[in-house]
């Protein structure tokens, strides 16, 4: 064959092995994609339980305490009963109970009460909160994640949600 | 012989290949400047070989990753000098790197026509920062776990994608399996694999090259890279195993924290090599966070990014480039000022330094719980049938509110030191009215019983303690414990009950069984019950409040005080 006739065919050629390539790519990169993204579907689920912390004997007036949040979990593929979801600080003046996440606002770590300072404090980048949740000084953007309380037949309950690290405004993601 | 190895060259010309990899000429002779890179190289294949090896036992479950870390570091056997030998080269890999870094920086090695070869090892620089942040979070506990959130709530920060990207590598929106499993492909498969290929261009760059010999070096001087570079590399490479294996040695491998527990208190710490960016955090307001975690790393690496190309002189003098290796070094000065700011503000935080000790605690107890074996709901199931960490946990949130403990807690009841003793019953015989017992309560008809004499006191002491007594307890003395009932009987129950006797005058507390467990547990369910402190009861139950379980732990946590020696 001459020369003339074979450079169309190579340009087919190369066309049709790049074709080629391309759908190999497509059709495993599209259902990897999808695949990998997959938690991106599922967040936006159930936002916030209530859950029961008891009655408002066993609690302090005025101080502030540490409880855990105990419930139901489906994480991938096990659902578990009554595990740790994480934890709360609830402070009870009179019949009124205030309730925060005790996940810092600024990047998560667990804030703790100074009791010698009467502040809350984080261990980690030194946010700290006032016993009214309101933010005192350190890097955090917010004050503490206050949580919806009700009083259920003589328990207290709250409504226990996590939020975004990180903003000035407050956004509920789980 | 000879003709073995002719017909296998025939077949594969491997002499060329191995003529091509060893006879290279190094220009201006080998140097002890040279082996950073190799030493990397022998790192990774340390790694590599570690890693394996782990993987071997490693499960990558939520409920499985700590217990078999833990099996890994006390059961297998050279466990934990696998796995401190793969925690250590993480970081001999960070610091051999900041050498290779600052090695290539001040000989201007990046300089033309070695632009691309500079890229390569800074895209490198990023793979191994992944890898030991991936490899952090995989032993799932308390310390990976918070510091891995931590770090993923700063990926979150990044504007318009970084809730996306966060979600993407945590598996949605808790932590839990699925980020597990993700860090754990991340770690053993995608970042190797990224690695590889990268070195693979790195080293294909370098030979085409070559080194970049020193300013002023001698030009004509020129060795063969084997034996003369190779022996440098593998005496470097000898050094650098040697001080991970006495590292390991010394600390006997790698830390295991607590399993991780998103309801447990924990001071996080990263790695000390991520500890500036840690402290960089805090002098930066919620505002300004993103300057800490994107814009300073980010301009940092475009700076080194854009290197070739602002150093472009001919001249690879560090006199002549001074405008250009200065912010490196202040860069590297920062790094070192910061790190050594954040170690020091936690050496003198007594908070934090509390803390720690705790978590140690902790620590400690889970591996001594899970030598007897850890049950298949894993770690955290296994920690909650045990009175000394789980009732601790809630005797702290539900009692310390009114009872000290270890001198932690608020005081309006009595102190829980040594609760049930012979020292504790006996001081409450001499003085009830203490502030450490009911001095703070509304209860005070009991007077102190001084006037019975020290005698009879040892023996009502005896007394009391025998009432508590179980199956499995060191034993107390019988006899004593005969007489104490006599003057018991005599002195003490005109208030107290025992058994069905007693309490003409008061309803004062039931004494049967004192310090058992059943008692302990009828004061935290009913403690105004009859078989309690009755009328007097000043205490709220907690009966609605606990599940059964959860007063079984706390009773069997405070019962071991009587047995306290303090
Ligand atoms: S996470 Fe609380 S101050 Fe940073």
């Known amino acids: ?174 | 012989m000879a003709s073995i190895a002719d017909w296998l060259d025939n077949r594969t010309g491997y002499r060329k290949l191995l003529s091509a990899a060893l006879d290279e000429e190094v220009v201006g002779g080998a140097r002890w400047a040279y082996v950073f890179g190799s030493g990397l190289l022998a790192i990774f294949s340390f790694q590599v070989l570690t890693g394996l090896l782990l993987m071997a036992t490693y499960a990558p479950t939520v409920s499985s990753a700590w217990s078999s870390v833990f099996y890994i570091q006390h059961k297998v056997a050279g466990g934990w000098f696998v796995r401190g030998l793969h925690a250590y080269g993480a970081q001999a890999m960070v610091v051999v790197l900041g050498m290779h870094l600052l090695q290539v920086a001040i000989y201007g090695a990046y300089k033309k026509p070695r632009e691309v070869t500079w890229w390569f090892g800074l895209a490198l620089l990023g793979v191994v920062q992944g890898l030991a942040l991936t490899g952090y979070l995989l032993p799932w506990d308390q310390k990976g776990y918070w510091a891995t959130k931590v770090a993923t709530n700063i990926a979150g920060t990044v504007p318009l994608i970084g809730g996306a990207v966060q979600a993407l590598v945590v598996g949605g929106s808790e932590y839990g399996q699925a980020t597990l499993t993700r860090f754990y492909v991340l770690h053993v498969g995608v970042l190797p694999a990224t690695l590889v290929l990268l070195v693979t261009g790195h080293l294909y760059l370098f030979r085409r090259n070559g080194a970049t010999p020193p300013a002023g070096a001698d030009l004509k001087r020129v060795e063969p890279f084997y034996p003369n570079q190779v022996f440098k590399d593998v005496a470097f490479a000898v050094l650098i195993l040697a001080v991970m294996a006495i590292l390991t040695s010394i600390s006997h491998g790698g830390h295991l924290d607590a399993p991780a527990d998103p309801s447990a208190d924990y001071p996080p710490r990263p790695e000390w090599y991520f500890l500036f960016l840690f402290e960089l955090l805090k002098y930066l307001p919620g505002s300004m966070e993103l300057v800490g975690t994107i814009i300073l790393p980010g301009l940092a690496m475009t700076f080194l990014f854009l290197l070739p190309f602002l150093d472009k002189g001919e001249s690879k003098r560090v006199g002549d480039r001074l405008p250009w290796i200065a912010p490196l070094l202040v860069g590297g000065l920062g790094i070192v000022v910061l790190t050594w700011m954040s170690m020091s503000a936690d050496a003198n935080d007594a908070d934090f330094q509390a803390a720690r000790a705790k978590a140690h605690e902790r620590a400690e107890r889970a591996i001594a719980l899970a030598k007897g074996g850890i049950p298949p709901g894993g770690p955290l199931e296994m920690l909650r049938n045990d009175p000394m960490s789980y009732g601790a946990d809630l005797y702290e949130q539900h009692c310390q509110t009114c009872h000290i403990l270890d001198g932690q807690g608020e005081r309006s009841a009595p102190d829980h030191d040594g609760f049930g003793s012979r020292a504790w019953i006996t001081g409450l015989l001499h003085d009830p009215q203490a502030k450490k017992y009911f001095g703070t309560t509304e209860i005070d008809e009991m007077k102190p019983m001084d006037e019975l004499g020290e005698e009879k006191i040892k023996a009502v002491t005896e007394f009391l303690f025998s009432l508590g007594h179980e199956k499995g307890d060191p034993p107390h003395d019988g006899a004593l414990a005969t007489q104490g009932r006599e003057v018991f009987e005599n002195e003490c129950m005109d208030c107290h009950i025992l058994g069905d006797e007693g309490a003409d005058m008061f309803d004062g507390p039931n004494m049967t069984g004192y310090g058992s467990s059943a008692w302990i547990r009828g004061q935290i369910k009913d403690p105004g019950s009859e078989a309690q402190y009755g009328d007097m009861n000043e205490m709220p139950s907690f009966s609605d409040d606990l599940t059964d379980h959860d007063i079984e732990m706390i009773t069997a946590f405070l019962r071991r005080q009587r047995f306290a020696q303090k």
């Open chain 1, 1 to 174: 064959m001459g020369v003339e006739q074979s450079q169309p065919r190579r340009s087919f050629l190369k066309l049709a092995s790049a074709a080629g390539g391309a759908v190999i790519g497509l059709v495993l990169a599209i259902p990897g994609l999808r695949y990998i993204a997959d938690p991106l579907r599922r967040t936006g689920g159930q936002v916030g339980r209530w859950v029961s912390l008891g009655g408002l004997d066993g609690m302090p007036e005025d101080h502030p305490v540490q409880l855990p949040v105990i419930g139901d979990q489906t994480d991938a593929w096990t659902r578990s009963k009554d595990v740790k979801l994480g934890a709360i600080w609830v402070r009870r003046q009179g019949d009124a109970v205030k309730a925060w996440n005790a996940e810092c606002p600024h990047l998560g770590c667990k804030v703790g009460y100074d009791r010698s300072k009467s502040q809350f404090a984080c261990p980690c980048h030194e946010s700290a909160f006032s016993p009214a949740g309101e933010r005192l000084g350190g890097p955090s953007p917010r004050s503490l994640d206050p949580l919806q309380t009700r009083i259920k037949d003589g328990k207290v309950e709250v409504r226990f949600v996590r939020f975004r690290a990180q903003t000035p405004e407050r956004e509920e993601i789980g």
